[in-house]
């Protein structure tokens, strides 16, 4: 009942900046957080930066103070603002959301989105 689409990613040299969206949709009754996160060729998955709904934001060591991550509530919508991107950002990310729905308003269930290319290359 829940989908989570992301958008924002391509190829962009380093130094540059790209922003990824994750749009939640569905029968959702609440989301409790929202997070980023992602996954390089023959690397384990990893944590990006999540945010509550109060705004409170937690982020990798790797990405804190070049990359911002901010949630509009009203749209159900995550953003990830990824400045200063370097090589290594390489790699699939993958939106996640946990989420209650109408029709379990007492079970929060991860769900997570497809995926979305991000390259950095010169």
């Known amino acids: 009942q ?4 992301e958008s924002g ?6 130094g540059g900046s790209l922003r990824l969206s994750c749009a939640a949709s569905g029968s959702i009754f609440s989301i409790y957080t929202m ?3 992602r996954q390089a060729p023959g690397k384990q998955r990893e944590l990006v930066a999540t945010i509550t709904y109060g705004g409170s ?7 804190t103070g070049r ?8 749209k159900n919508t995550a953003y990830l603002q990824m ?3 370097k090589p290594d950002a390489t790699a699939v990310y993958s939106c996640n ?3 209650t729905t109408g029709k379990a308003i007492f079970t929060p269930v991860d769900y997570w989105g497809q995926g979305t290319q991000v390259t950095v290359s010169s």
């Open 67 to 74: 990359f911002t991550i901010s949630r509009d509530t009203a």
């Open 35 to 37: 997070g980023w996160y």
């Open 57 to 63: 934001a937690e982020y990798s060591i790797s990405v």
């Open 83 to 85: 400045n200063s991107l």
């Open 97 to 99: 959301a946990r989420i």
């Open 9 to 14: 990613g391509g190829l962009v040299q380093p």
């Open 2 to 5: 829940v989908q989570l689409v």
